[in-house]
């Protein structure tokens, strides 16, 4: 089990992640994209804690809680926002979504 | 190097174990999150997301930080997504159809290929990398007073900050997802 | 005192040309007043001359403008010569004063033309007794200005108006070569006075310095100032070929031809020839220019003779007769004898004014009526004028002993005889001593002779105009007595030594046989005429013989139409290049330039309009056309930013990644 390995499923989770906010439809599933990179990202944070000399350092540890709680508060705002979006727009396609078009 | 580990893996499974246990939950991680990026169905989506959660949260387990992992559960898998669930099931479309179409844009092909680029980028960045290549020192116990020290001393800034932060959401998403009055 | 001279008619003038229209009596009283004064004055002059002795000369210069260090002077001369001519010019001058009165009596510009005649008068004057150049060249001019004024006089008539300019405008011409000479003369010999205490230009020392630098064609400077200064003299005096303009002169009033184109004015070039003499001579007896003089003279001699036989107008007749006695005056001049052609000069003046007042009577007697073919039988209306006017013709014709023509004439032919350089001359002026009898023969029987054939009725003139008629046919026989060669007392008061009765002199160096020779011709020349005019009736006997030579004649030899076609005509063709120049190329040129500035205006307001407002227009659109575009890439979905965000995030790891 070396660092590359542990990192490489980060990137992989990440891109999964970054596909699924680029091509899906629906805003949720951007959402949801958007969580899964947050995971990957805290991946990363934690492997890099656990493979450094220097384990009694605890900012990876902190970093990825504080991280989560983020996710967790951006995941609460955007699904509100969503909700509001389709009581406006009647619809949950991001493409309906473009009032900002110039 | 990836032959080599495995090779470690098999030669000795007693010491590679540590290996395993990682490698298990990842692998139901990737597939899990491979699924909810391609299912069409929401609700089957959002399902396959918890499954990847609770899969990232072994994961964390696996690699030694403990409260992490539950934290990750708790939180993740607790809370958000259940509110991912109850968003859907407050936005499904008024004549029940499925979405529209299945990918936005100009279709997958964009979004993919950028994905994909992305991905080799960072394989490649990751395994040209000479610091990369470490194996997995052993593992050390962190006790959760030592957290709580750490956060009440060092990052105490953070932590009242993450406090303002999690207030103002809150109040923001309550205030977003009212009704309007009447 | 001599400055009174010219003084007085010019302050006549002055006061006469103030009088208004109506005020005969005390214009015509005040200016023959002054005139006479002036003739008084003159005698008295010529007295002085008389008393002091050979060769005196009184000389009064005075400075007239200082410029830097150089000044020019002016100044008046008395000598037997100028005393001479100023004694026979005003006499003369009074004489024609006084007929003016009887002529000019119905003339409604009496006035005026008392006043013309005035200024006329100071102005010889002052030529005469000039002692510089300048001054000559001054009063030269207000002579012009005078003789233009007085010809033109009646300019309501055309021809007269003609007359008046082309008078002017030739002796112009000439007045440039004088003007020229003048000027070159001033530069090379520092003055112009003509005699200053051994500084003057006629003085010895000038004249050797002027005879000794030489000029172009190789001729001596001093020939070459006296060429120019001949032009002059030869505009003024009519010789060929600026004679043309004193025939026309004739449309003044008769008065106005005896007095300045018979008697003074014309005489004016002679006059300047001889006053000048010593730069003619200069380069010797026979220098280039004397011989230049002496053939003019004598081709104008010869010429005007022949044109003077075809003519039909009375006065013009002694036109031309004027012309080829004056051109007999430069022939003297030419072959080197001052004395025969002053005598001449005086001569001439008193008999040819006469001749004039004379024919001017004789119109005046026929009511206006010029034109000789109208009249006839005069003599038994006009007793008193046919009488004079027998004493003027004899005169001029040479007659012989009695008139002073004979003997003036004799003594030029005989100098012309003697010349060096040619025989040329003397056949010239025989010749024209023969016409000059004929002509004046033809010219009598045509006037006086055969019967009236006009269709007024003759009377004779009243005695204010014979009267000078008389006096001057008594001088014309008096004068006879001072210039023969047996008492050439006239001929030495000029020259400076004072002569004797000595009759041996008739028979000396071969006089008698040209005296001889020019009776011969007189004679002939009379009885030719006589024969062939005794009886002449309306057309004349040689347009008869020969029709063509006659034609020529009466059309002057065609002079006045050669000048026509050709300076005239250049001149006109001048005015017409230049304003066709002015019209096409130059205003051409100034609408190119307009339309060349109105063109740059239209491009540019094309360029403005359709060049700048169209790269402005498309700039802007452009810019708006870009912005549209980009904005359309603001198509408000959020995964096509994110795309490009993520694709810009790989190129950027990997730029971080490979440098």
Redesign the interface.
């Known amino acids: 089990?070396?660092?590359?390995?542990?990192?490489?499923?980060s990137?992989?989770?990440?891109?999964?992640?970054?596909?699924?906010?680029?091509?899906?439809?629906?805003?949720?599933?951007?959402?949801?994209?958007i969580?899964?990179m947050l995971?990957a990202a805290?991946?990363n944070f934690?492997?890099f804690?656990?493979?450094s000399?220097d384990?009694?350092a605890?900012a990876?540890?902190?970093f990825?809680?504080?991280s989560?709680?983020?996710?967790?508060?951006?995941?609460?705002?955007g699904?509100?926002?969503?909700?509001?979006v389709?009581r406006n727009l009647?619809?949950?396609?991001?493409?309906d979504?473009?009032?900002?078009?110039? | 190097m990836m032959c080599d580990f495995f090779h470690s893996l098999c030669a000795d499974p007693v010491n590679a174990i540590g290996g395993w246990f990682v490698l298990l939950p990842a692998a139901v991680l990737l597939l899990a999150a491979a699924a909810s990026v391609v299912l069409r169905n929401l609700i089957h989506a959002a399902l396959c997301l918890t499954l990847s959660f609770i899969a990232l949260g072994v994961v964390y387990l696996a690699l030694g930080a403990e409260f992490v992992g539950f934290v990750q559960l708790l939180v993740y898998v607790g809370a958000v997504a259940m509110v991912i669930v109850f968003a859907i099931l407050l936005t499904r479309p008024d004549e029940l159809e499925r979405s529209r179409s299945f990918f936005a844009g100009f279709g997958p092909a964009g979004g993919a290929a950028a994905a994909l680029a992305t991905l080799a980028v960072l394989l490649g960045a990751i395994f040209t990398s000479p610091t990369g290549d470490r194996p997995m020192p052993p593992a050390v116990a962190v006790p959760v007073a030592d957290l709580g020290k750490a956060l009440m001393g060092d990052y105490v800034v953070a932590l009242i900050v993450i406090g303002v932060l999690l207030t103002a959401a809150l109040v923001g998403a309550a205030v977003l997802a009212m009704e309007d009055e009447p | 005192m001599i400055a009174l001279i010219p003084t007085l008619p010019l302050l006549a003038a002055g006061a006469t040309a103030l009088m208004k229209r109506g005020c005969r009596g005390p214009s015509a009283g005040l200016v023959i007043a002054a005139q006479a004064a002036a003739t008084v004055l003159c005698l008295l002059a010529f007295l002085r001359t008389l008393g002091e002795g050979p060769a005196v000369r009184e000389v009064w210069n005075f400075p007239w403008l200082s410029i830097g260090t150089g000044s020019l002077s002016l100044g008046l001369l008395l000598d037997p010569l100028s005393a001479g001519m100023a004694l026979m010019v005003s006499s003369v001058t009074l004489l024609i004063f006084i007929y003016s009165v009887g002529y000019m009596k119905e003339d409604p510009n009496f006035t005026r033309f008392f006043c013309f005649l005035s200024l006329f008068s100071a102005a010889m004057l002052g030529v005469v007794f000039s002692n510089s150049l300048l001054l000559t060249f001054i009063c030269w001019e207000l002579v012009g200005l005078a003789s233009y004024l007085l010809i033109g006089f009646w300019f309501q008539k055309p021809a007269a108006a003609a007359a008046a300019k082309k008078a002017f405008l030739t002796t112009r011409v000439g007045d440039m070569g004088f003007l020229l000479g003048m000027l070159w003369l001033n530069s090379s010999s520092g003055t112009l006075l003509f005699y200053d205490g051994g500084n003057g230009c006629l003085e010895a020392a000038a004249l050797t310095s002027l005879a000794a630098k030489t000029a172009c064609f190789g001729l001596a400077v001093s020939n070459v100032i006296a060429i120019l200064i001949f032009c002059g003299a030869a505009g003024k005096s009519g010789q060929f070929p600026l004679h043309v303009w004193l025939p026309d002169a004739m449309e003044g009033p008769t008065p106005v031809s005896a007095l300045i184109h018979a008697a003074t004015m014309v005489a004016a070039g002679v006059f300047l020839v001889a006053r000048l003499f010593p730069i003619f001579s200069a380069a010797g007896e026979v220098s280039a220019a004397l011989i230049t003089v002496a053939w003019v003279g004598a081709i104008t001699a010869l010429f005007a003779a022949l044109i003077a036989v075809a003519q039909t107008d009375i006065k013009r007749i002694l036109a031309y007769s004027t012309v080829s006695q004056l051109g007999f005056m430069m022939l003297a001049l030419g072959v080197g004898s001052v004395t025969a052609a002053i005598v001449h000069l005086i001569a001439h003046a008193i008999f040819k004014a006469l001749l004039f007042l004379g024919a001017g009577s004789v119109i005046h007697g026929v009511h206006d009526e010029q034109d000789i073919r109208k009249m006839g039988g005069l003599r038994k209306f006009l007793p008193v004028t046919f009488a004079t006017y027998a004493v003027g013709m004899m005169a001029l014709c040479g007659v012989p002993f009695f008139f002073s023509g004979f003997w003036s004439k004799d003594e030029i032919l005989h100098v012309a005889h003697q010349w060096p350089v040619s025989h040329g001359p003397f056949y010239f002026a025989a010749a024209a001593a023969f016409l000059t009898a004929f002509y004046m023969t033809r010219q009598m029987c045509y006037v006086f002779a055969g019967k009236y054939r006009g269709s007024a009725h003759p009377h004779e003139s009243p005695a204010v105009m014979t009267v000078p008629l008389v006096i001057l046919a008594v001088a014309a026989i008096l004068m006879s007595i001072p210039v023969t060669p047996a008492w050439p007392w006239l001929h030495g008061h000029l020259s400076g030594h004072l002569a004797e009765w000595d009759i041996s002199r008739l028979f000396e160096r071969g006089f008698l046989t040209i005296a001889g020779l020019s009776i011969l011709l007189a004679s002939a020349g009379i009885g030719l005429g006589y024969a062939l005019y005794r009886r002449v009736g309306d057309a004349d006997p040689l347009q008869r013989l020969w029709a063509g030579g006659y034609r020529a004649l009466a059309n002057r030899l065609y002079v006045d139409e050669v000048y026509q076609a050709t300076f005239v005509k250049g001149l006109a063709g001048l005015g017409a290049l230049a304003s066709c120049l002015e019209r096409w190329v130059f205003s051409g040129i100034v609408s190119a330039v307009a339309a060349a500035t109105s063109l740059t205006a239209g491009v540019g307001d094309l360029l403005d309009r359709y060049g700048i407002n169209l790269a402005f227009d498309s700039l802007c659109g452009g810019l708006r056309d870009g912005g549209d575009l980009l904005s359309s890439w603001q198509n408000g979905r959020v995964q096509g930013y994110l795309k490009f965000l993520s694709v810009g995030t790989v190129v950027l790891l990997l730029i971080i990644l490979l440098t």
């Open positions: 089990m070396t660092l590359q390995i542990v990192l490489g499923i990137a992989i989770l990440f891109s999964l992640g970054l596909a699924a906010v680029l091509t899906r439809s629906h805003a949720i599933m951007l959402l949801m994209g969580e899964l995971g805290n991946l934690l492997a804690w656990r493979f000399p384990p009694a605890l990876g540890i902190l990825a809680i504080f989560i709680a983020v996710a967790a508060a951006e995941a609460a705002v699904l509100a926002i969503i909700i509001l389709y009647r619809s949950v396609e991001v493409d979504a473009d009032q900002l078009k110039g």
